[in-house]
């Protein structure tokens, strides 16, 4: 099973805090009991939504989305934690609604997809159709690849309208967490080109992705898809194209400690360890990441915090803590979680909220995007959220 391969210490030892795991859960199955009731569970999968909103915007299980796996995989934690067979019902209704998407080779996200559905599915269940899924998926994403860039597409050369992208081949940090697929279709396969890829990917993204003066990201890069020459690096959902996308730095944070996880190769977690540093480093005092590092304040006065930023940061620390021993980011994991499950960023801390969620102060992009887009609710800030509960008693 996933839960005894990846051996992260905090697991199986958890640290007794402050925090009340069990208070938090209860408030997650309170939330997650009214958001039920609202969905179509199993073709309807939350996305994004206002606190002020009773109800979330969907997607369809399949078609025109990248979101679709997190529901699933808050539904399968919540069986975890409460061992209330209800919940684990409704977690295989939702996984079997992504069943479909096994086969979608039209995006890299199909990582997120299977990943948090059926990957937290066996994890929780070992159910043993569910590998056979995961290796089809995990095909399904090797037939993006190129061995000239060394990396699995992310967008398709016309994603980004208004640039012109003819003959580019772009990847996204985001990208780095989809590699568990690969990684994971490896281990139940024993494909060996699946793990050559990961780890060809990882490799690329660490030398062009990453800043080595100080261990900062850029966002995206563009190949030239028929020599692998970098043509461009920039950001799509940060500030600028010298500043760092928070999120994009939590997604390699967490991305090269799960590498790690599967390679056991040191400079991942090398790697992993100055990403960390770099982040940690930014934070405010409250450990919630602004949604860009860099946003000048004299001419933002307002920047949107990111709270899933946050949930995927302190997963990310947690585990890299069980293999670092290093309390800084033991602390730092500690303080974002305890944060997220205050007042300031539950769903339920201010009156005039009614959405159904876990946590709100989400930033999809940047303030300078349409209305709409700061200050929401996100299904992968709530499932990173749940997740980083684990190491909690």
Not at 40 to 69: C, F, L, M
Not at 268 to 293: E, K, M
């Amino acid at each position: 099973m996933l839960a005894n391969f990846g051996i992260i210490l905090l697991v199986l030892s958890p640290i007794v805090w402050g925090l009340d795991r069990k208070q938090v859960v209860d408030y997650a199955v309170k939330q997650y009991t009214k958001l039920d009731k609202t969905l179509k569970i199993g073709s309807q999968y939350p996305n994004d939504g206002s606190p002020e909103s009773s109800t979330w915007r969907t997607t369809p299980g399949v078609k025109d989305q990248w979101t679709a796996g997190f529901y699933p995989g808050v539904l399968w934690q919540l069986y975890d934690y409460t061992k209330n067979e209800e919940w684990k019902r409704l977690a295989i209704k939702a996984t079997d609604g992504l069943y479909e998407d096994q086969f979608k080779t039209d995006s890299h996200d199909i990582g997120f997809m299977i990943m948090c559905s059926y990957g937290k599915g066996y994890e929780f269940t070992a159910n043993e159709t569910y590998p056979k899924v995961i290796v089809t998926a995990a095909h399904s994403l090797a037939k993006r690849f190129s061995p000239i860039v060394g990396c699995t597409r992310s967008w398709g050369a016309d994603y980004v309208h208004h640039l012109p992208l003819k003959g580019q081949f772009l990847v996204i940090v985001d990208n780095m967490m989809n590699l568990e697929l690969l990684l994971e279709g490896w281990r139940l396969s024993n494909n060996q080109t699946l793990y050559d890829m990961a780890v060809s990917h990882a490799n690329r993204t660490l030398k062009e992705h990453v800043r080595h003066s100080d261990y900062s990201s850029y966002h995206i890069v563009a190949f030239n898809e028929t020599t692998g020459a970098v043509i461009r690096r920039y950001q799509g959902q940060g500030y600028n194209d010298s500043s760092t996308w928070s999120r994009g730095q939590a997604w390699l944070v967490t991305g090269f400690t799960m590498v790690y996880r599967y390679t056991k190769s040191q400079h991942f977690l090398d790697a992993a360890q100055r990403l960390a540093n770099y982040y940690i480093d930014h934070l405010p005092a409250d450990g919630i990441a602004p949604w860009d590092f860099n946003v000048p304040h004299d001419k933002h006065p307002y920047i949107p915090r990111d709270s899933s930023s946050g949930a995927i940061a302190a997963s990310g620390l947690f585990e890299l803590y069980g293999y670092t021993k290093n309390d800084r980011y033991l602390k730092t994991a500690k303080l974002i979680v305890e944060s997220l499950a205050s007042s300031r960023y539950r769903a339920d801390g201010n009156p005039a909220y009614k959405l159904p969620a876990l946590i709100v102060n989400g930033t999809i992009s940047g303030p300078n995007a349409q209305k709409g887009k700061s200050d929401v609710a996100l299904t992968y800030g709530d499932y990173y959220f749940m997740n980083a509960l684990k190491y909690f008693a």
